[in-house]
Structures are given as C-alpha cells and as structure tokens.
C-alpha cells in the first residue's frame, strides 16, 4: 500500500531527527536537574512513540501475519504512548512556566488535573478492547478507526489550553525564551493536529512530535549560554534575569552571597586543577543545598544562593548553614583546603527594589563584610543608610567637581631645627550643601573607587601652584601633596606636572610628592621609573603613613626617598608604650642613616613632641601644633608665628 509506505518514510525521517536531537542534548554535566533530566524522559518518549507507531504501521499493513491480539495490544501501548509523552512533555512546560513562582499551589493543581486527564484517557483505552469507538479490527483484520479517534486530540488540546491560561495568569514570571516557546508552541501544534484531522490516510504525528521537541531544546540551548561553563551553576546574566522574574512576580526570596578571598593562593598552593575541582564542588553543594533555590557564579570566585523566602526563622538557619559549610575545611581527596570567605545576606518581602538595586545592594554587602568579626553582613535600613549617604557624597563629590567646590587645606609643619613653620600639606576638603564638611574619611576612599581621585588631586595640584605662586603666604617654602597611583599610571604625569610648575613659574624644589606604599605595591617598576625621572627634574618624593601594614623596608632603601613621614598609629603610643618607642627610635635611626629626613605625624601631646624633637625627628606634624586651614587662615597663622619670633 503507497500510502503507508510513504508514511512509514516520513515517521522513520522523523525518529531520525529526534535521535539527532538526543545527541545533541545528552551531557552529562548539563543533564543535572530535574528539569533537564525530565526533558531528556520527553525525548526517550517521542522516539518510543514513533518506533511504536511505525511497528503498528508495519503489524496493520501485514494484518494476516499477525495474530489479532498483537495488533490490538500495539496499537492500544501506541495510543497510550503518545498520550503520555503528551502529559510528559505539557509536565514539563507546566514546570518551565512556573520556575520562577515560589507558590507551588498552581502546580500541584494543574500536575493533578493533566494525571486525571490521562487516567480518563487510559480508561477510555481500556473501554475500547471492548466496545471499538477509538479503533478496531474488522472481521477480516483491517484496522478500522472508531467515532472517538480523536479524543486523544482533544485531551491534548485541553492540556495545553491549561497551560496557555497558565502563562498568562503569571507571565510576569515567565523568562523570554519561555515566552517564545509559549508563543510558537500551541499555534504549531494545533495547525499541526488540524492538518492531520483533515488528512486522516497521513499519519502525521512523528512531524508534531519533531517539531515540539525542535522548539523544546532551542529553549534549551539558549538556557545553556546562560550556565556557567566550569561549575554549571547559573551564571551573572542568568542570576540577574531570574532576579527580575522574582521580583515580576512578587515572589518573596533570601539571596545569600558567598565571596572567596585570597583564592589565588589556592591555585599555588594546591594547583589550579584542585581549584577549579573546589569552585565546582562549592557550586553544586550550594545548588543542592535548597530543593528550591538556585546557585549562581556571580564573578570568579563569587557565589550566590537564591532561595524563597520562608520566614525569619528558616532564612537564619540557611545562612547558618552557609556560613558554617564554606568556614570549614573542603575536602578534595586526601587534601584539606580552607578558604577566606566573606558573606552578605538580602532578604525581599515586596520592597519597591530592582534586579539593578539588588545587586547593587549585595555588592555593597560584601565591601562592609570586612569591616565585620564574622565576616558577615545582613542588609537591613541601617545598611541602607550608610549606602545611600555614600551614594549621595558620590553625587555631591561629582556636582563639587564640575562647579569647582573642592577646597585645599593646609596643616603647616613644624621643622624642629630652626623652630619655625615653612612647610605644609595640603589635603582635600569638600562641604556639603548644608555647608558642612564631609569626613576625607567617607570622600576619599570613595574618590579612589570610582577613579575621580585622579582629577581631585590634579586640582590640588593647581590650587598649591595658585598659593605658592602668590604672596599670600611669603613664608611658604614648600607643600607636599597627595597622589594616588592613577596618576603615575597616567602617561602624562610629566608633562602635566613641569606644565603646572611652569605656568605659575615655580622651581621644581618648591612641590613634595606624598605617596604610600600601597601606591607603591600596584606596579613598583613603573613607579621606580617615574619617581626617577621625576627626581632627576628637582621634584622630591616623601613617603607617606609609614607603619600602616604594608611597610617593605627593601623596597624603601630602593626608591629615591627624601623624607619619611610615620604614621600617627606609631607616634600614638610614643614615648609611653616601651615596644613603640622601640621602633620609633628604631627607625629615626635607620632613616637618619639613609640620608632621609623623618616626619613624626600625628604629634597631639607637648610630651610626644619634646620625645621625638629629642630623638632627632626633623620635622613634626600634628594637632599640637596646628590643625588643617582653608588659605586665609593659614596667613593669618603664619603672621602670628612671625610675631612669635620677633617677640622672642
């Protein structure tokens, strides 16, 4: 008979493609989930569908070679097949549809309501061997079709009516290319079944399973970009993206973040096969941790765990969790390897926040964690607060920028010698818009992060060159300023310095460059370079708050220093506290013996400033001397202490 041949053609063509398509899908790494495992039943069961379906096409064709009962009990698995990789497959939308909502009730109802539908269907195949109304063998053995052939049809319709009113009733939480496959989906089956309704000689259904499973993994493959190619947790787009669904939806949720420091020193230590092993390990035990929640790889070696929200209780015992797992030892083998971990917790119960505040939020989470014995930070309002004062000092510092509103201040400095003030360094300062003045504290880390701290310290460049350049202060020798390493890493450092000095006709001898040694740590070759062509120009480098933690001796002794200046952490104990006064002695004596001068900083008392003048301090700078001062204070200052002098 052509026709059956022809559509056993077809059906053979079409399990061919859905074999393609197993190929293609099966990893065992991205076939993880439960959701993945369940797409890799539908495939199983579109290709035993279309088997069966072409064996009963063979058994009907070759009726009298087969006894009655094998065609009946075919033909009856073959309905029952497709029906059930039907509900299989609209299981699986149903459950890709609601990802996203926390509320499992809409599930268990509609996964209730698709088992009845195929249970009444089963039923209906039972009913059948009996009475005939889906299909039937005549006397002779040909396969007949009954009244109710297409209930199957129908049953299918049904289900996937459910699932359009699904979608629509939470679209808010439906990612887009779910929203494709529901957009392409219904219409293509149902033109699908219609063609076969009006074309009953043609067995279609090989070409509608093909092309509902075609649609299914093109879902797939776009979910695979946004995986995490070494751990196969959900990456940054995909943490995002679920965020915003979260949010669409109302769903209440725990976001916990886990942040690896130091991890570097893994892969030295252990090897970066054992650290990529741990990464992973950490990963997928984080995504096993909640039957509900979702691991996330947000950076390299940073972690985040989405998971409903189930009250204050539940949430405490999760981040518990957490934060007691990843502060123990992980165990790769015979290896044993701690981590330096930092966490940050943000708990959404309807606030009016965005996927972008959120993360913005955990971000900043994680740069207090530090700041915290335990490492550990819970966003709540008070964190807000401090966020949003540092978001508002960055506004302010931007507005201060462009309207020219920053000011340079000056704290003179005591030159223990002659007795007398002729130098000073100059420090930012920034009011308000109340006109109060903002803590350099809060500005200037900030300046640094965001990488305004380099045109700040160019335009105290300018305004020092302005002040040295005029007669407001004839007793001035010279200031030190500030610079950060933006401005060595600059490549018009020179230029822009010798132009400023030029401008305003100054000698070189005149400007102290202050640099610490974090500044020094970012790239010591090109700061060496550029310190040495500097020098060699006239200008002088001070290194400042030595004694802060990142002091390296041997790198000093390498560098063209003119002058040290200690830290007030040093001078604070000094000559009270045996152990200080060792070391401050300690090192006036050994930068004495370089060749570099020594500035005490932080002198608040009469006793600290007659300790370090008697033990050789050159210069002395601090409150018991004299505070910073806006320039025409420091004027004024300066023709009190000539009175002084001329007095004496």
């Known amino acids: 008979m052509p026709v059956i041949q022809w559509t056993m053609s077809v059906e053979f063509f079409c399990l061919i493609v859905v074999i393609i398509l197993m190929l293609n899908y099966y990893d065992r790494r991205w ?28 058994t009907i064709d070759h009726f009298h070679s087969f006894p009655l009962w094998v065609n009946l009990l075919l033909n009856s698995g073959y309905f029952a097949l497709v029906l059930g990789m039907s509900t299989v497959t609209a299981y699986y939308l149903l459950r890709l549809i609601l990802e996203h909502v926390y509320n499992s009730r809409c599930r268990r109802v509609l996964s209730v309501v698709l088992a009845a539908l195929y249970a009444f269907y089963a039923l209906l195949l039972l009913l059948n061997l009996r009475l005939g109304f889906i299909f039937y063998f005549d006397r002779s053995g040909v396969y007949c079709r009954g009244p109710l052939i297409n209930v199957g049809y129908a049953v299918m319709g049904v289900e996937l009516a459910l699932l359009v009113l699904c979608a629509l009733k939470n679209r808010r939480s439906i990612s887009q290319p779910m929203r494709r496959v529901m957009q392409i989906l219904p219409p293509t089956v149902v033109l699908l079944v219609i063609y076969q309704i009006l074309y009953p000689d043609v067995l279609f259904n090989g070409s509608i399973i093909v092309a509902a499973d075609m649609i299914l993994l093109l879902n797939f493959q776009s979910r695979r970009v946004e995986l995490d190619s070494l751990t196969c947790v959900g990456n940054r787009s995909s943490f995002y993206r679920d965020l915003s669904l979260r949010l669409g939806g109302k769903q209440q949720f725990q976001v916990i973040v886990v942040d690896i420091r130091q991890f570097g020193t893994v892969n030295q230590h252990y090897g970066q096969a054992n650290g990529d092993a741990l990464l992973y390990e950490a990963a997928r035990w984080l995504d096993r941790l909640h039957s509900r929640g979702r691991a996330f790889r947000l950076g390299n070696v940073e972690f985040a765990l989405l998971a409903p929200y189930g009250g204050m209780v539940s949430a405490g015992k999760l981040l518990e969790k957490v ?9 790769l083998g015979t290896l044993q390897i701690p981590l330096d971990v930092r966490f940050a917790e943000l708990i959404y119960t309807d606030q009016d926040w965005s996927a972008t505040d959120i993360l913005e939020f955990l971000k900043y989470s994680i740069s207090l964690s530090d700041q915290r ?30 309207e020219d509103r920053f000011q340079v201040w000056y704290q003179p400095v005591y030159h223990c010698a002659s007795g007398t003030f002729c130098s000073a360094e100059a420090l930012l300062r920034l009011r308000d818009d109340q006109g109060e003045l903002v803590p350099p504290s809060l500005f200037i880390p900030l300046a640094e992060e965001t990488g305004l ?8 460049l300018e305004q020092v060159c302005r002040l040295l350049s005029s007669d407001q202060v004839p007793q001035f020798q010279s200031v030190s300023i500030n610079f950060s390493t933006q401005q060595f890493m600059s490549e018009e450092i020179i230029e822009r310095i010798t132009g400023c000095l030029n401008r305003y006709r100054l000698s070189p001898g ?10 020094l740590s970012e790239d010591m070759a090109r700061m060496r370079t550029m310190m040495e062509r500097l020098t060699a120009l006239g200008l002088q480098f001070y290194l400042d708050d030595f004694g802060t933690g990142y002091s390296n001796l041997a790198g000093v002794l ?25 070391m401050v002695d300690t090192m006036l004596d050994l930068f004495h013996a370089m060749d570099c001068q020594v500035v005490a900083e932080g002198v ?6 007659r300790a ?26 300066f023709r009190r202490q000539e009175e002084k002098l001329e007095a004496r």
């Open 31 to 58: 076939a993880a989930s439960g959701q993945s495992r369940l797409y890799s039943v539908c495939l199983w069961l579109s290709a035993a569908t279309i088997a069966l379906n072409m064996a009963c096409v063979f």
């Open 323 to 331: 934060c007691d797992r990843f502060r123990r030892r992980w165990e």
């Open 373 to 402: 014995e335990d490492h550990l930070v819970r966003f709540d309002v008070s964190v807000y607060q401090q966020m949003e004062r540092r978001r508002q000092t960055l506004l302010l510092m931007r507005r201060a920028v462009e």
């Open 453 to 460: 701290i380099d045109r700040l310290s160019w335009i105290v």
């Open 510 to 519: 005149r400007l102290k460059l202050e640099i610490t040694e974090r500044v």
């Open 558 to 582: 390498e560098l063209p220093f003119a002058c040290v200046k200690l830290d007030h952490s040093l001078i604070s104990g000094y000559p009270d506290d045996e152990r200080t006064s060792a």
């Open 604 to 609: 608040e008392t009469s006793r600290q400033a």
């Open 612 to 637: 370090v003048t008697a033990k050789g301090a050159d210069w002395i700078q601090g409150y018991y001397y004299a505070r910073p001062m806006p320039p025409e204070e420091l004027a004024e200052f």
